[in-house]
């Protein structure tokens, strides 16, 4: 369960990122993660003005398939699959990143030094609907979570990325 002394020393934003199942992001062929515009385009609003690059992006499974991290990255940029109609130079395809679906994932959220958290079963149970969530331990809807800036500074000190 996490700790109430929390403290940001990484001098970066976290943010976590829900994926459902886990079975897509686990099959991503390329460093991103795909997500929806959301309503008038809220998501890729939040995105662009306040998700910076190096900052830590967790992603986390739903309640119903563990409600724990399987991964932690840091983030580089945003591309929307709706800036290149007629050719794709930063975005990809469903079919390409190895996804299953044909859902239409806009937002394509690039990172690197991705970290496979899976085995250390952090628990990151969110309340709430949005599929992106700024951490902040003191608020009380994120009162099931583990400390994930003493996760982060562990798997940077003591693990190895894929990349």
Request: with cysteine; hydrophobic share 30%.
């Given at each position: 369960m996490m700790e109430t002394t929390c403290k940001?020393?990484?001098g970066k934003n976290h943010w976590i990122i829900r994926v459902a199942d886990g079975i897509n992001f686990r099959n991503s062929a390329k460093p991103f993660w795909g997500m929806k515009k959301g309503r008038?385009?809220?998501?890729?609003?939040?995105?662009?003005?306040?998700v910076k690059k190096g900052d830590?992006?967790?992603f986390c499974t739903n309640k119903k398939n563990g409600g724990k991290a399987i991964?932690?990255?840091?983030?580089?940029?945003?591309y929307d699959r709706e800036d290149e109609p007629l050719?794709?130079?930063?975005?990809?395809s469903n079919k390409e990143q190895g996804w299953i679906g044909d859902d239409d994932w806009h937002l394509q959220i690039h990172y690197t030094k991705l970290y496979d958290t899976e085995k250390q079963n952090i628990q990151v149970l969110v309340q709430g609907g949005s599929p992106i969530i700024e951490y902040s331990p003191y608020?009380?809807?994120q009162k099931n979570i583990e400390d994930l800036y003493k996760h982060y500074e562990g798997f940077s000190f003591?693990?190895?990325s894929k990349d």
């Amino acid at each position: 369960m996490m700790e109430t002394t929390c403290k940001n020393e990484t001098g970066k934003n976290h943010w976590i990122i829900r994926v459902a199942d886990g079975i897509n992001f686990r099959n991503s062929a390329k460093p991103f993660w795909g997500m929806k515009k959301g309503r008038g385009g809220c998501i890729k609003s939040l995105l662009l003005n306040n998700v910076k690059k190096g900052d830590i992006l967790w992603f986390c499974t739903n309640k119903k398939n563990g409600g724990k991290a399987i991964g932690m990255a840091e983030y580089t940029e945003c591309y929307d699959r709706e800036d290149e109609p007629l050719i794709q130079i930063n975005t990809y395809s469903n079919k390409e990143q190895g996804w299953i679906g044909d859902d239409d994932w806009h937002l394509q959220i690039h990172y690197t030094k991705l970290y496979d958290t899976e085995k250390q079963n952090i628990q990151v149970l969110v309340q709430g609907g949005s599929p992106i969530i700024e951490y902040s331990p003191y608020k009380p809807y994120q009162k099931n979570i583990e400390d994930l800036y003493k996760h982060y500074e562990g798997f940077s000190f003591y693990g190895v990325s894929k990349d």
